[in-house]
């Protein structure tokens, strides 16, 4: 069994969620014997994507962090889904989740599964954001941060963009996504 966490942030690349949730599911049997999946969400990547299409995954955002602690005793879902999950793909990690995770804020479901992750596991982060954005010197800084860390960056592609422009910031492609899920050696 492999349990998969994917995170994603406030990026018009969210439109490719349904496919890497797809993709990996494609893994079975072949690859993974089993593989189950779960999805974290910011409110902004939820403008992204029709829940309807991923079919057979459960998906969190912050009303379920809330919602779900009552007391004392009860889950912590971001503790829960970080011990749970095997790898963490966020797919994609826009500008402001990128400098929130580099800062250690944690203000919403994702940004704290990541401030509580066990950096012993594989973390796997496709940034995807505008070119301006992407060529900031503080990107670049924030980048090295959580590489230092050992989390893995999945480099983005230089393409045209939502907006029109043309220039690296584009989250790479989905099969590349799954490249480096299968370099993690899960199995």
Known sequence: ?????????????TIKLPVLVKSLRELQPNTFKDIQIIVVTTERAKHFFNV?????????????????WQQRGDPVLHIDLGKW????????????????IANGMCDNLLTC?????????PLL???????????????????SLLESWGYKLVPV???????????DGGMAEVPTIIEFVLNCKLV
């Open 125 to 143: 982060f496709c940034p995807a954001m505008n070119t301006r954005m992407y060529t900031h010197p503080l990107t670049m800084g924030q980048i």
């Open 85 to 100: 999950a095997d790898v963490f793909v966020i797919a994609p990690l826009d500008a402001n989740t990128l400098a929130k």
């Open 113 to 121: 599964v990541a401030r509580a992750w066990d950096v012993s596991k």
């Open 157 to 167: 592609v230089n393409k045209t963009l939502m907006c029109g422009e043309v220039g």
């Open 52 to 68: 309807e299409e991923l079919v057979g995954t459960k998906l969190y955002d912050d009303s379920d962090e809330w919602n779900a």
């Open 1 to 13: 069994m492999v349990n998969i966490l994917i995170g994603c942030s406030g990026s018009v690349a």
